[in-house]
């Protein structure tokens, strides 16, 4: 299947940005995008064949229905694991076979997840409390992992969360804290996890954000954080590779989650309304598998969303187009930080 021109994208982006529902026209424009995948990669796809990283790949693919059998019997370690989208993981890695490990802050949420995912597959799950932005909890939760499961294969780094606000009213440690859980709570994963998948061959995969392609006015700690994610991804992926460690970067879109409904300070409101229309939101059952696959498929990185890959292009070859609409997103980052 070939995908739509960019002109047409650009031009439905134009009423995306300029009106308050979708149009016709724009749903359309937005399911031609369905099954594109983004290539930015520096590595050769074929002999004598090596892409830059302003070249954009529309290339059509089938998305299996069954588990992904990938991760069948595999020792997988998810963190962020109680919420969210490493909620969805944990069941959908149950479901394909895969021997859990699931950390999170939240021992009553992870229990919950962790009996769920149980009843999907014949290994129970075992969970460690673990907050990424402490020292020494991730070395417990892959030390928990080798002990109960005999080694590492995968690891999900998805604990995170997103401080956002008017630059004006956020402060120096708005931002550390922000660092603290998205980018050095990801090194730690690394740290920890790294010489334990050296061992097993296995792969590391780094959560991060279309927004660390495209930044928005009201999140620029958000932002900063994912834009660092990517730089890291890209640099120590040779490093990794060398090591037979295989790294993949997740960089979705609006994903139904709780991750809009939690506050600077990384306090979940549970009630609060979500700033961004249902519409434009992939469900997190797709996400989750759509990550499942790239790391399965050993992609460097994968772009999830008809949405986030339609920014992530605009933002490559017309960046000021993005830059004229960049204050429509604002109500969405006012919203919660308000809160």
Same mark, same amino acid.
Do not use: Y
């Given at each position: 299947m070939q995908g739509p021109s960019l002109q047409g994208g650009l031009f439905f982006w134009g009423r995306l940005s300029t009106t308050s529902k979708p149009t016709t026209g724009l749903r359309a424009a937005l399911r031609g995008f369905q099954g594109a995948a983004f290539d930015f990669s520096l590595q050769p796809r074929r002999k004598n064949e090596t892409l830059s990283r302003a070249t954009v790949l529309f290339m059509s693919h089938q998305e299996p229905s069954r588990p992904v059998e990938f991760f069948r019997n595999k020792s997988v370690l998810i963190t962020g694991a109680?919420?969210?989208?490493?909620?969805?993981?944990a069941y959908q890695l149950a479901h394909s076979g895969a021997k859990l490990t699931l950390a999170a802050r939240r021992q009553e949420e992870l229990d919950r997840v962790a009996q769920h995912a149980a009843t999907l597959s014949s290994t129970k799950p075992i969970t460690a409390i673990c907050d990424v932005a402490r020292d020494g909890d991730l070395e417990r939760a892959?030390?928990?992992a080798i002990t109960t499961h005999g080694q590492l294969d995968s690891v999900f780094a998805n604990a995170g969360f997103?401080?956002?606000g008017n630059f004006q009213r956020l402060t120096l440690e708005d931002y550390r804290r922000q660092f603290e859980t998205n980018v050095f709570g990801v090194l730690r994963t690394l740290y920890a996890a790294v010489p334990a998948l050296e061992k097993s061959h296995g792969n590391f995969a780094i959560v991060g954000s279309v927004s660390g392609w495209v930044s928005t006015p009201?999140?620029?700690p958000y932002a900063m954080s994912k834009f660092a994610l990517r730089a890291l991804a890209d640099s120590i992926?040779?490093?990794?590779?060398?090591? &037979?460690?295989? %790294?993949?970067?997740? @960089?979705?879109?609006?994903?139904?989650?709780?991750?809009?409904?939690?506050?600077?300070?990384?306090?979940?409101?549970?009630s609060a309304s979500d700033p961004v229309?249902?519409?434009?939101?992939?469900?997190?059952?797709?996400?989750?598998r759509q990550m499942l696959q790239a790391v399965a498929r050993?992609?460097?990185?994968r772009i999830?969303?008809?949405? &986030?890959?339609? %920014?992530?292009?605009? @933002?490559?070859v017309a960046p000021w187009l993005l830059r004229a609409f960049s204050n429509r997103a604002r109500p969405v980052y006012d919203a919660r930080a308000s809160r």
């Open positions: 109680s919420s969210g989208i490493g909620e969805e993981l892959v030390a928990a997103g401080v956002v009201g999140a620029s992926t040779p490093d990794l590779r060398a090591a &037979g460690v295989k %790294l993949t970067l997740l @960089s979705p879109g609006f994903i139904v989650s709780n991750i809009r409904r939690v506050d600077n300070r990384g306090t979940l409101h549970a229309p249902a519409w434009l939101q992939m469900s997190t059952s797709k996400c989750a050993g992609q460097r990185e999830i969303t008809t949405h &986030g890959k339609l %920014l992530v292009a605009v @933002s490559r």
